[in-house]
């Protein structure tokens, strides 16, 4: 019997992402949890000793495997309960069908409530699970009537996500504005013809010298250029819109008799000019608090640290990692989003994957980080501003890439050591709910 629960444990522990030789440095010993469809599914964080915070995390992410993510075991080493999930579309983005992300997270907080001590819960928006969280959340608070407007590309059943239990707090840690906008910010607006994705108009080519690009290092590129190309990527979406909307009219007439859902593909989708030039989305528009490696928090206009990546000339033209493999439903309900330039005319409230809208109906306690090292400092301030929440609180950790571990690369740029990136970032979300929800 002693060896069956041991070989139990160990099987416990390979289902959430963790090897034999890890278990003794992980705080806790995970639970397998399995959840309903079978493709949902969860890991169990408890502190191994010392007294539990009545308070418990839930980690969960459009895509990833989150069920081993960074957050679960350094929470759990601070005396929280957390679960890390994965959903449905697991490892699948063609499986995508966005609305129904709320299900599994219901599943979550609700098992979570049920957990003996647990007296509040908290989502974590890690990513591209910021817009997932707060989709949920929104639709928690508000109802239906948020996820089902007129104007949304792709609308929610009433049904479905009726009455779902409230979150009572948030954690956006480096929340992508919305899988939508970063999907919006990559297209490659030289591409006038999907049928012929080479064919590229020079005049927006964002790795052609002429235009500023550097192939070796940092690329550069003039205020008249980026406003042309954030005006054409926004032209570009819109088109690839139209054509989804056409098809899935198509298949609903029965003019497509393919049947509910069609392949859909875009190609050259890793153009993102933040990624090739540290000029643009740099900053922070006005002083932030910003947690600096020796732990003191300074306030100032914020600027990221991060390094350039011109590898991505060569991965635009490749279908790993350079295309989209979507369906017509996954790209309206998860990649899709109205606008008229890409980096300062969106139409955020056009999908429900977007984090951007979905806070303006949020109004439990939030805490929004950005990592120092990454590009989204000037988004995280911005998801902070349209918060509805009356208890926010933003701040920048310094030199922590959007992994949330220490930017090396960063600090061969700069000199500076940036080792604590991961202690203060999770010492700082733990006082932050500990002060907000203090044990019985």
């Known amino acids: 019997m002693l060896f069956i629960n041991k070989m139990l444990k160990f099987a416990l522990v390979l289902a959430a992402g963790l090897t034999a030789c890890s278990l003794a440095e992980a705080q806790s010993h995970p639970e397998y949890i399995q959840f309903s469809p079978s493709a949902t599914k969860g890991a169990l964080y408890k502190p191994d000793s010392g007294k539990t915070s ?43 069908n966005f609305e129904e992300i709320a299900l599994d997270i219901r599943q979550g907080v609700a098992f979570l409530k049920q957990q003996p001590g647990i007296k509040a819960v908290i989502l974590i928006g890690h990513s591209g699970g910021g817009p997932s969280t707060t989709y949920y959340q929104a639709v928690a608070e508000k109802g239906p009537s948020y996820c089902n407007g007129p104007d949304k590309l792709s609308k929610c059943s009433n049904d ?54 550097n192939a070796k290092g940092d690329s550069h590129y003039s205020a008249e250029f980026i406003d042309r190309y954030s005006k054409a990527q926004s032209a570009r979406m819109n088109r690839l819109i139209d054509r989804a909307q056409q098809m899935q009219a198509d298949l609903k007439s029965g003019k497509d008799q393919r049947g509910d859902d069609a392949p859909f593909i875009a190609f050259r989708d890793r153009a993102r000019l933040s990624d090739i030039s540290t000029d643009v989305w740099c900053c922070t528009e006005r002083p932030e608090k910003l947690l600096k ?10 600027r990221s640290v991060r390094v350039s990546t011109p590898k991505n000339a060569k991965v635009d033209t490749s279908l790993n990692g350079g295309a989209l493999f979507l369906t017509v439903k996954s790209f309206l309900s998860a990649n899709a989003i109205r606008s008229k330039d ?99």
């Not at 927006?204 to 002429?210: A, E, G, M, R």
């Open 54 to 96: 009545p308070v418990a995390f839930l980690a969960i992410h459009r895509t990833s495997n989150f069920m081993s993510m960074i957050a679960t075991k350094e929470l759990s080493q601070r005396g929280f309960m957390v679960l890390g999930m994965n959903p449905r579309s697991d490892n699948n983005e063609a499986a995508v």
């Open 160 to 213: 479905d996500v009726a009455a779902l239990p409230k979150a009572d707090g948030m954690v956006l840690l480096d929340a992508h504005p919305g899988n939508t906008i970063n999907t919006l910010r990559s297209l490659n607006p030289a591409v006038t013809n999907e049928g012929k994705p080479d064919d590229l108009d020079p005049a927006l080519d964002p790795f052609s010298p002429q235009n500023g690009f």
């Open 293 to 302: 490696n020796d732990g003191s928090i300074s306030t100032e206009v914020v």
């Open 342 to 440: 890409a980096l300062n005319d969106i139409d955020i409230c056009s999908s429900n994957n977007s984090t951007l809208c979905a806070v303006q109906s949020i109004s439990v306690p939030m805490l929004v980080m950005a990592m120092g090292g990454h590009y989204f400092i000037k988004d995280g301030e911005t998801i902070f501003d349209l918060s509805a929440s009356k208890d926010k609180d933003f701040v920048v950790v310094e030199g922590a890439v959007h992994g949330m571990t220490p930017c090396k690369p960063c600090s061969e740029q700069t000199g500076v050591s940036y080792d604590n990136a991961t202690r203060n970032l999770y010492d700082y979300v733990a006082n932050w709910a500990n002060k907000r929800f203090p044990a019985l």
